[in-house]
């Protein structure tokens, strides 16, 4: 979405004003960055629209009556996001592309797609997936890391240093 929404913004990535009635164009740079945005758009919703609904029941207990009708609830409101999410694309965002341009219409879903990484970033990852599996998965990379040798610990500890110095 963000490459969009350069692709949109960004007067070098996008084609030449139309002069009267002969448009330029765009050049083989511009096209590239498009079509990459749109490849990824579409990995993405391929992704999340398949791993999401098992995701998600996985986290419900079908042997227990109460978490069989959470389960039910869980879908109704996955697909009502869905389809509200596709109602709001199709008239809302277009009327703002239109009316105020493609830059905007596509900075707004870029701006709330990352707004919804952050909340999941801010989530603990005990409650997204269960205790269980991040610590199993925590356990793992412990051992990964004291298995190497100590030459490499001190290369990966200061890439890491590094890395959040520059974000701090």
């Known amino acids: 979405m963000c490459t969009l929404t350069l692709s949109a913004s960004l007067p070098a990535l996008k084609p030449s004003e139309c002069l009267g009635s002969v448009c330029p164009s765009a050049t083989p740079a511009q096209y590239s960055v498009s079509y990459f945005g749109l490849y990824v758009i579409a990995l993405g919703i391929g992704g999340i629209k ?3 609904p098992s995701f998600g029941a996985g986290k419900f207990d079908n042997t227990d009556p109460k978490e069989r009708v959470k ?3 869980f ?3 996955y697909y009502f996001s869905i389809n509200l999410g596709a109602i709001v694309s199709c008239s809302i965002v277009v009327w703002i ?3 105020a341009g493609w830059g905007l219409g596509f ?3 870029t701006l709330f797609m990352v707004l919804s990484v952050d909340f999941l970033h801010q989530i603990p990852q005990y409650f997204l997936l269960g205790a269980a599996e ?3 998965f925590v356990g793992l990379l412990q051992f ?3 298995q190497s040798p100590d030459a490499m610990k001190t290369l990966a500890e200061e890439d890491f240093l590094r890395f ?3 974000l701090l």
């Open 75 to 77: 879908f109704n409101w």
């Open 144 to 146: 990964f890391y004291d």
């Open 107 to 109: 900075g707004i879903p």
């Open 71 to 73: 389960k039910g609830s």
């Open 50 to 52: 398949s791993c999401v």
């Open 97 to 99: 592309q239109d009316n």
């Open 164 to 166: 959040f110095r520059h």
């Open 134 to 136: 991040v610590f199993a």
